[in-house]
C-alpha cells in the first residue's frame, strides 16, 4: 500500500510540474496577453477552445500550427474581429502550450 501511495504522489507530482510548465510556457510566449483560462480577453478563453476541439487528437497539431503562424490575411475569423498574430516561439514549447489547454474541458 505505501509503495502505490507513493507511486500515486510522485505521478502526481510529475504531472502538476507539467502543468505548471505549460502555464509558465503560455506566460512567456505571450499567450495570456490576449487569452484567459476562462473568459474571453482579446482572443477565445482556453477553456473555449478546448471545448470546441475536443474530442480529435489531430487538433493539437492543428491548432499548434495555426498559433505559430496566426491568421493568415483574407481567412475568415473563427473567434472574433481580431486576428491572431504569428507566435515566435519554438513550435514544441507551442504544442506544449496546446496540449495543456486541451485538458481543460
Not at 29 to 47: I, N, T
Request: charged share 20%; aromatic share 6%.
Amino acid at each position: 500500500m505505501e509503495k502505490v501511495l507513493a507511486l500515486f504522489l510522485c505521478l502526481f507530482t510529475l504531472s502538476s510540474g507539467a502543468l505548471q510548465a505549460s502555464q509558465m510556457l503560455a506566460m512567456q510566449s505571450g499567450c495570456l496577453g490576449c487569452h484567459k483560462v476562462d473568459v474571453k480577453l482579446v482572443g477565445p478563453a482556453f477553456k473555449d477552445v478546448a471545448a470546441k476541439y475536443a474530442g480529435d487528437p489531430a487538433e493539437i497539431d492543428r491548432l499548434a500550427n495555426k498559433v505559430k503562424a496566426g491568421s493568415p490575411p483574407g481567412e475568415p475569423l473563427i473567434w472574433g474581429a481580431i486576428a491572431m498574430p504569428p507566435n515566435q516561439a519554438k513550435l514544441e514549447n507551442i504544442r506544449q502550450v496546446v496540449e495543456w489547454i486541451m485538458t481543460m474541458k
